[in-house]
């Protein structure tokens, strides 16, 4: 038997499903950046809050102005008529009294039946007027405030006509009130513009250090900024540069220890090549030369990858020209590579850096197939490159696992079996330096396929 804590179980898991679904909907129609999200939260509650003080303190207003006004009017109205119903009195007297005194014209019509609900109400102001018409005359009459002259038209009901009076409207109701709304969106428009001023001050700073961050990231040289912007956005652009500093001493460190270490080893191999060349030429001399040719690529490569990506700036570069090169390079060492390109082939680059990252993907193509194709394409603001081959591929789950230095398959097929096993780390380093990546997949030629996609 379902108990009552049960029950409310799915009453409450159907409302935070919807609440869910409202908020995923609701993702869709917010902005996505720093500075409009900021705007928002600014602007919305000053509007919101505005719009329902200014319309309770309207309304307010209003009532308490129009009654009092039309307490006002309807007085002079109940003078008027009192004063015509005193015996001997003179109408063009009391009409040149209202006149100059009440502000009112008045003038007598011939006697007619006047509803006693006066005519169709439709503002507060007539129904203002109607209310103490009915409590302080007591008479049939009806109240016209619809039309342009800027007179209100009050028709009263008398035992020897129908009195007429024209009144202005601003006898009443407020004339004031568009001149409080003026003033209101006025303050709301200077107050909403220093606030966006002040707002866009804040995002500035923030927006530099995101840009400079993206740029530390993809291998860029990021110029020195002061710290700028709120205590915390400080706080963190200080945090950036000694981050900097500390990343950049230490890649300094161990590209120079490197370099230290591949300087001495590069003598002792030197010294071990004029020895060997010194010696009879014998198979275990050949053997020996061949391992000191080895322990060489080796070191450059260790060295390349300490490296990283070299000091070299980004420009404007032919990407078909740079991939015919790379096949043209292929071609000298006894490899065929089929070239294609489609699209705009000049993106903003490091030419050298990206030429070697094609060229080591050209080379661990070609030295496990007989076919090569290379295919690039510019479009959608990102430039792919794709690099496929027929040889023996890699297994879909060690696809990932060829990136990491010097690792190797091993079975089915050895990315670089000549040397250091860092041929797929140093191209996908400079993939990431440029802002993309490397990710490998199964080729149409039946082998492997190695993309790469950069921003362009």
Same mark, same amino acid.
């Given at each position: 038997?379902?108990?009552?804590?049960?029950?409310?179980?799915?009453?409450?898991?159907?409302?935070?499903?919807?609440?869910?679904?409202?908020?995923?909907?609701?993702?869709?129609?917010?902005?996505?950046?720093?500075?409009?999200?900021?705007?928002?939260?600014?602007?919305?509650?000053?509007?919101?809050?505005?719009?329902?003080?200014?319309?309770?303190?309207?309304?307010?207003?209003?009532?308490?102005?129009?009654?009092?006004?039309?307490?006002?009017?309807?007085?002079?109205?109940?003078?008027?008529?009192?004063?015509?119903?005193?015996?001997?009195?003179?109408?063009?007297?009391?009409?040149?009294?209202?006149?100059?005194?009440?502000?009112?014209?008045?003038?007598?019509?011939?006697?007619?039946?006047?509803?006693?609900?006066?005519?169709?109400?439709?503002?507060?102001?007539?129904?203002?007027?109607?209310? $103490? !018409?009915?409590? =302080?005359?007591?008479?049939?009459?009806? /109240?016209?405030?619809?039309?342009? &002259?800027? #007179?209100?038209?009050? %028709?009263?009901?008398?035992?020897?006509?129908?009195?007429?009076?024209?009144?202005?409207?601003?006898?009443?109701?407020?004339?004031?009130?568009?001149?409080?709304?003026?003033?209101?969106?006025?303050?709301?428009?200077?107050?909403?513009?220093?606030?966006?001023?002040?707002?866009?001050?804040?995002?500035?700073?923030?927006?530099?250090?995101?840009?400079?961050?993206?740029?530390?990231?993809?291998?860029?040289?990021?110029?020195?900024?002061?710290?700028?912007?709120?205590?915390?956005?400080?706080?963190?652009?200080?945090?950036?540069?000694?981050?900097?500093?500390?990343?950049?001493? $230490? !890649?300094?460190? =161990?590209?120079?220890?490197?370099?230290? /270490?591949?300087?001495?080893?590069? &003598?002792? #191999?030197?010294?071990? %090549?004029?020895?060997?060349?010194?010696?009879?030429?014998?198979?275990?001399?050949?053997?020996?030369?061949?391992?000191?040719?080895?322990?060489?690529?080796?070191?450059?490569?260790?060295?390349?990858?300490?490296?990283?990506?070299?000091?070299?700036?980004?420009?404007?570069?032919?990407?078909?020209?740079?991939?015919?090169?790379?096949?043209?390079?292929?071609?000298?060492?006894?490899?065929?590579?089929?070239?294609?390109?489609?699209?705009?082939?000049?993106?903003?680059?490091?030419?050298?850096?990206?030429?070697?990252?094609?060229?080591?993907?050209?080379?661990?193509?070609?030295?496990?197939?007989?076919?090569?194709?290379?295919?690039?394409?510019?479009?959608?603001?990102?430039?792919?490159?794709?690099?496929?081959?027929?040889?023996?591929?890699?297994?879909?789950?060690?696809?990932?696992?060829?990136?990491?230095?010097?690792?190797?398959?091993?079975?089915?097929?050895?990315?670089?079996?000549?040397?250091?096993?860092?041929?797929?780390?140093?191209?996908?380093?400079?993939?990431?330096?440029?802002?993309?990546?490397?990710?490998?997949?199964?080729?149409?030629?039946?082998?492997?396929?190695?993309?790469?996609?950069?921003?362009?």
């Amino acid at each position: 038997m379902a108990t009552a804590a049960d029950r409310a179980t799915p009453s409450k898991s159907g409302l935070a499903q919807g609440f869910r679904q409202f908020r995923h909907a609701l993702r869709g129609f917010t902005p996505k950046g720093l500075y409009a999200r900021s705007l928002i939260i600014i602007i919305a509650p000053m509007v919101i809050l505005q719009a329902v003080v200014g319309l309770v303190l309207m309304d307010r207003y209003w009532q308490g102005v129009s009654r009092h006004l039309a307490v006002t009017l309807v007085g002079d109205i109940a003078a008027v008529i009192d004063l015509l119903n005193t015996p001997g009195a003179d109408f063009s007297q009391v009409s040149r009294l209202a006149s100059d005194d009440l502000g009112l014209r008045i003038a007598m019509l011939p006697p007619a039946k006047l509803p006693t609900t006066g005519r169709p109400l439709f503002t507060s102001v007539d129904k203002e007027l109607a209310h $103490q !018409i009915i409590h =302080r005359i007591r008479r049939p009459f009806t /109240v016209d405030t619809v039309g342009t &002259t800027g #007179l209100i038209d009050i %028709r009263v009901e008398l035992d020897n006509g129908v009195l007429r009076v024209l009144a202005r409207r601003n006898q009443a109701y407020a004339p004031n009130s568009l001149t409080y709304i003026a003033w209101m969106l006025l303050a709301s428009i200077v107050l909403l513009t220093g606030a966006i001023l002040f707002l866009r001050g804040q995002i500035r700073p923030i927006l530099t250090l995101a840009a400079a961050v993206d740029d530390f990231g993809k291998g860029r040289p990021v110029p020195d900024f002061p710290a700028r912007g709120a205590r915390e956005v400080r706080r963190a652009t200080t945090a950036f540069h000694e981050m900097r500093q500390r990343v950049e001493r $230490q !890649i300094d460190q =161990r590209t120079a220890m490197l370099a230290g /270490v591949s300087h001495d080893l590069r &003598t002792v #191999l030197t010294r071990l %090549r004029l020895q060997l060349a010194l010696i009879e030429e014998t198979a275990d001399v050949a053997a020996m030369k061949n391992d000191v040719d080895d322990m060489s690529r080796m070191l450059e490569g260790y060295l390349a990858f300490a490296r990283g990506d070299p000091d070299e700036d980004a420009v404007a570069t032919d990407v078909a020209a740079l991939i015919a090169e790379v096949a043209q390079e292929s071609r000298v060492s006894g490899h065929h590579a089929e070239v294609s390109f489609s699209g705009d082939p000049v993106v903003k680059l490091r030419p050298q850096s990206f030429k070697r990252c094609l060229a080591n993907l050209v080379a661990n193509a070609a030295r496990h197939g007989a076919r090569i194709t290379v295919a690039g394409s510019h479009a959608d603001g990102h430039l792919t490159i794709t690099v496929d081959d027929d040889g023996p591929g890699v297994p879909a789950e060690e696809r990932e696992a060829v990136f990491k230095p010097f690792y190797r398959l091993d079975n089915a097929r050895n990315l670089d079996e000549s040397g250091t096993g860092l041929g797929l780390t140093i191209a996908r380093d400079i993939a990431r330096h440029h802002g993309g990546d490397i990710g490998l997949s199964a080729s149409p030629l039946g082998g492997l396929r190695a993309a790469v996609s950069v921003p362009a």
